[in-house]
């Protein structure tokens, strides 16, 4: 398959999962609902259920990665994780791992400045940040062409190995906006910065915005030239339990604005927009609505995000919402018997939207989970995805 082509040659090749995820994407009926990735992060669990031997994961991540979402039914990928649990022990976490801004380092350090205090954050952003977002552009404008074959080419590589039943969706490279910058500086520096210097906060997230409209432009390009599904994941952590990280109400005057308009290439080509719920940010899902987003995927339903109340809502023309629901991996999962996997199941399905649903999780699943909560997962998606609605 030639990456100039791109999907457009496998039209006629795809598999009854890929096929279903595909017509799913386009919002058509479908009879079954497409399981979307399973990002099992104890290595154990993806041995055991990909078929392999104990250890066989740690010497061979992507194979064994890849038959277990094979095995496990997982009709749609956007964010290829193969090697996404070598970042943790099969049990979590362990001593070694590395500190950062946001996970306890002791001290910030970028381009020789320290960052110890609000002032130190605006500092480096005008310096250092806004300089290089304004040359990013301007080299990702001289270079359009080739970003848009990379792209194609980079998504090519993977549906190759995913081979025609599980379907490649287009998510890193493919997107870009505004965005808090707490992993540069650190929650307390860079929440104080967004607190007393919002005309700094303002000009960084125009200049970003900037960028991103020749990123996203791009990116657009490469999904219709490649004809690759036009559905993206957008990704930001926004929201913790409590509701958003600063007062809703100054992102509409600082943030809004920059997000539509880095946004707008995407809506132009008719590319689906859905976004990712980590925390309680219900104050935020009619404000994604009005700047063009098209559905949601995530749900922390324990922080208060209504699950049910967003299927019902429409978007800013009026149409569907598209919805990744998922079984909670910070309750139910953990805590739930397989009774009680089965039956958020069943809700999921039950209030989802009747056209322009997957199932899945709501994040990546941690290590430790107790497997017979995961087989039961994997038993209901299955069912959901062979017999449709009926039970």
Same mark, same amino acid.
């Given at each position: ?91 979590? $976490?362990? /001593? ?8 306890? *380092?002791?001290? !910030? +350090?970028?381009? &020789? ?94 200049? $970003?915005? /900037? ?8 990116? *657009?390009?490469? !999904? +219709?030239?490649? &004809? ?164």
């Amino acid at each position: 398959m030639s990456s100039s082509i791109g999907f457009n040659a496998l039209e006629d090749k795809w598999q009854a999962n890929a096929r279903l995820a595909l017509d799913t994407i386009d919002m058509r009926p479908t009879r079954g609902i497409p399981t979307w990735l399973l990002n099992d992060m104890q290595w154990s669990h993806l041995d055991d259920l990909s078929g392999n031997p104990p250890g066989s994961y740690e010497r061979d991540p992507i194979r064994v990665y890849r038959e277990f979402s094979i095995k496990s039914g997982v009709c749609f990928i956007d964010q290829w994780l193969a090697e996404n649990p070598l970042t943790m022990k099969d049990q979590g $976490y362990g /001593d070694n791992t590395q500190r950062g801004a946001t996970t306890g *380092a002791e001290e !910030i +350090i970028r381009d &020789g400045i320290v960052i110890d205090s609000p002032e130190a954050a605006v500092e480096h952003m005008e310096k250092f940040l806004f300089p290089k977002w304004k040359q990013w552009r301007c080299d990702l404008e001289s270079n359009a062409d080739e970003e848009v074959r990379k792209r194609i080419a980079a998504e090519v590589e993977v549906q190759q190995l995913f081979g025609m039943n599980m379907l490649k969706g287009p998510y890193s490279g493919f997107f870009t906006f505004p965005g808090f910058l707490y992993s540069h500086y650190g929650y307390a520096n860079y929440f104080m910065a967004y607190a007393l210097y919002p005309d700094v906060i303002e000009c960084g997230f125009k200049i $970003y915005a /900037d960028a991103s409209l020749a990123f996203n432009r791009i990116a *657009a390009r490469a !999904i +219709i030239k490649g &004809g690759l599904p036009r559905l993206i994941r957008l990704d930001h952590d926004m929201a913790d339990s409590r509701g958003t990280l600063v007062d809703v109400k100054t992102l509409d005057g600082l943030w809004f604005p920059q997000f539509a308009r880095s946004i707008q290439p995407f809506l132009d080509a008719g590319i689906r927009l859905i976004w990712h719920c980590d925390g309680n940010l219900m104050q935020m899902v009619p404000r994604l609505l009005e700047c063009g987003i098209g559905g949601f995927q995530g749900f922390q339903y324990e922080d208060g995000m209504d699950y049910e109340k967003i299927c019902k809502m429409k978007t800013r023309a009026g149409d569907n919402l598209f919805i990744i629901g998922g079984v909670s991996v910070t309750t139910t999962l953990p805590l739930g018997k397989p009774a009680d996997v089965k039956r958020q199941i069943d809700w999921l399905v039950e209030k989802g939207p009747k056209v322009g649903l997957m199932l899945g999780c709501s994040s990546s699943i941690a290590p430790g989970m107790p497997m017979e909560n995961i087989k039961a997962l994997i038993e209901g998606l299955a069912h959901y995805r062979e017999h449709g609605r009926k039970r």
